[in-house]
């Protein structure tokens, strides 16, 4: 395959890039009415936030993925609209069928905090594949170790909500 070859530089984890801010967009306009309908009780790996902007007030409603970290719903991101969450913010989620009105707090991470989240998420069934995680060996679950020498690619910040899912 001419112009392709395994990332060695990267070492045996690495984040693939994210898809096209279109491609985002795309999703978006799918995923929101699909979340909100009866067939989003059988989306997991999805959740639906419904929040209004810290300074505009407009209203905002954006899918994330969804994480369990420990029992505590989470959405990792390092999409400008986290911001919104600084010092806590009222929000909607909806997962799986179910809506909660909830606080979502935005939680700054350090590489060693954000690779722990993310193997717990990874052990409760996070995607690997949604989070853009990629390995040399198909079928590798990342070690703590491996994905905290992802570095800040990995990301820098969590979104917690108190809810009970």
């Not at 999805?46 to 810290?54: A, C, K, Q, T």
Request: avoid cysteine; hydrophobic fraction near 35%.
């Amino acid at each position: 395959m001419r112009g392709w070859a395994l990332p060695d530089d990267k070492g045996p984890v690495w984040m693939s890039p994210p898809p096209p801010i279109a491609v985002l967009k795309a999703m978006n306009v799918v995923m929101t009415p699909l979340l909100s309908s009866r067939l989003g009780k059988r989306i997991s790996g999805v959740m639906l936030l419904d929040f209004r902007g810290r300074r505009t007030g407009r209203k905002i409603k954006i899918p994330a993925n969804y994480h369990n970290v420990d029992g505590v719903p989470m959405a990792f991101t390092e999409r400008p609209w986290r911001f919104n969450f600084e010092g806590g913010a009222q929000a909607t989620v909806t997962h799986q069928g179910r809506t909660y009105r909830t606080t979502g707090t935005l939680v700054p991470m350090t590489p060693h905090d954000m690779a722990v989240a993310v193997h717990k998420s990874l052990s409760t069934g996070g995607s690997a594949q949604r989070m853009g995680i990629r390995t040399q060996v198909k079928g590798h679950d990342p070690s703590v170790q491996e994905l905290e020498n992802i570095g800040s690619e990995l990301g820098t910040s969590v979104i917690r909500f108190d809810f009970t899912p």
